[in-house]
């Protein structure tokens, strides 16, 4: 069977979930930079909890997207890396990033003309 | 101000949430393939529920990716179409669709993978 996303139950629906959460988007951008520790990450991305944090860091890690490796010092080092497979998907994501960055005005600007337009007719 | 997604209250942060989302970047798929009426979205994206889709839809619409237009008829017709913004989209969250449908396997074996390090850990 070809997995499908269009179908409710085909687990690449629950995988397109994941890979284009906002928290996953900008982990995986940040380490195609390079290799992160956690509160360098914490730092980077400004107003995830550190809840939020770790349960995408988890999630990624068991998808393979990620490495975490734990340094036997004192006090504890933990580095995250993106993975091959996580590199592939990295291209996508960042682009999703920029486009979001640089239309954001062109929406801005939607949002301007529909709110009015529906402004205009609710006074009718 | 560059919009910046890093920042927790950079509107570019709040759109990136938008265009990641799932069923948007299914409807924007399925636009790009043409023009849909709303019964044809719903039966196409299976497991969306009428609330969410309806949501979604009046998001992207608000948003300047989708036009929405109300035909004069008994029963009356509602066609969505992509918006050229829209179309700038679809690109990268065709390519979001294609990954997940492309490395499901590869993300399952990690998960595997994952999983029996876990257990074999927590049976020591």
Do not use: F
């Amino acid at each position: 069977m070809q997995p499908n996303v269009y179908e409710a139950n085909c687990p690449s629906r629950q995988l397109l979930d994941r890979i284009g959460d906002t928290w996953s988007v900008l982990v995986v951008v940040t380490l195609a930079e390079g290799i992160h520790r956690y509160t360098e990450l914490a730092k980077r991305i400004e107003g995830v909890s550190p809840k939020m944090l770790t349960q995408t860091l988890r999630g990624l890690e068991r998808d393979g997207l990620i490495t975490r490796t734990v340094h036997p010092v004192v006090p504890p080092r933990v580095d995250y890396a993106l993975t091959e497979l996580g590199h592939s998907l990295y291209a996508l994501v960042e682009g999703l990033e920029k486009w979001a960055e640089t239309h954001i005005e062109d929406v801005q600007a939607a949002r301007a003309a529909y709110d009015a337009t529906v402004q205009a007719y609710s006074a009718k």
